[in-house]
């Protein structure tokens, strides 16, 4: 079945930058987006950013939430099958777990459905 390896995340000062990597490994049809999601302490978890990862090179369709616009990039890498969110300028308020995650269809990251595969998360703390 379908994994997703995480690596990245950590602690970082305000106005700070972290890097996020997924590798998706088992590779299925079912999955064309890749990405994270975010969940704070008390609240709901919510899509961050998700990019096409299917077998069309020259798609690069992607999905960025409006709270992390102009801060966080989204990028996949598809011979490595390795997604990448670049975090810059961190706030606060952006600490959370981060959970990769892969789904075949980018609605989930607005809302619309849950993805149909999890990373375990990985801790992102901004002070």
């Known amino acids: 079945h379908v994994q997703l390896v995480e690596s990245g995340g950590g602690s970082v000062q305000a106005g700070g930058s972290l890097r996020l990597a997924c590798t998706l490994f088992k590779y299925t049809h079912e999955v064309t987006f890749i990405g994270w999601f975010r969940q704070a302490p008390g609240k709901e978890r919510e899509g961050v950013a998700g990019?096409?990862?299917?077998?069309?090179?020259?798609?690069?369709?992607?999905y960025v939430t409006d709270s992390v616009k102009g801060r966080f990039t989204i990028s996949h890498d598809n011979a490595k099958k390795t997604a990448y969110l670049q975090m810059d300028n961190l706030e606060p308020e952006d600490t959370a777990i981060y959970y990769c995650a892969a789904h075949w269809s980018l609605r989930a990251w607005r809302g619309d459905g849950r993805p149909s595969y999890w990373g375990p998360g990985t801790q992102v703390t901004v002070s």
């Open positions: 990019i096409y990862s299917g077998p069309m090179a020259e798609d690069s369709t992607t």
